[in-house]
């Protein structure tokens, strides 16, 4: 079974940084993608960076560009996002998934996902 559990969200001021993480375990496949993702209430769930499995290819949502940092740890079968420069509207449940294959921008293609993270940024 595929599991991705996520961790390091909690409660910080504007301007302020956290380090998300997501551990994955049991993916049936050595070439992958994995994304996250971001859902505040009342909005639907958003793009907001993906990595290819070797570090190769990265991608940023507009909106998090120049402030935030995807990364990928091999060995540990893990993936980072670093949140620096945080904002209000940052606040979001963040949610990490995984695919076979190349990087998506889009919530579709990914089949596995974890269980979320909340973020919250006060003004």
């Known amino acids: 079974q595929v599991q991705l559990v996520e961790s390091g969200g909690g409660l910080v001021q504007a301007g302020g940084s956290l380090r998300l993480s997501c551990a994955a375990s049991g993916l049936p496949f050595s070439t992958y993608a994995m994304g996250w993702f971001r859902q505040a209430a009342g909005k639907e769930r958003e793009f907001a960076a993906a990595i290819s499995w070797n570090g190769g290819s990265l991608y940023y949502a507009d909106s998090v560009k120049g402030r935030f940092t995807i990364s990928i740890d091999n060995a540990k079968n893990t993936v980072y996002l670093q949140m620096d420069t945080l904002k209000p509207e940052d606040t979001a449940v963040y949610y990490c998934?995984?695919?076979?294959?190349?990087?998506?921008?889009?919530?579709?293609?990914?089949?596995?996902w974890g269980q979320g993270t909340q973020v919250t940024v006060s003004s």
């Open positions: 998934a995984a695919r076979r294959g190349i990087v998506a921008r889009s919530s579709g293609p990914y089949g596995y």
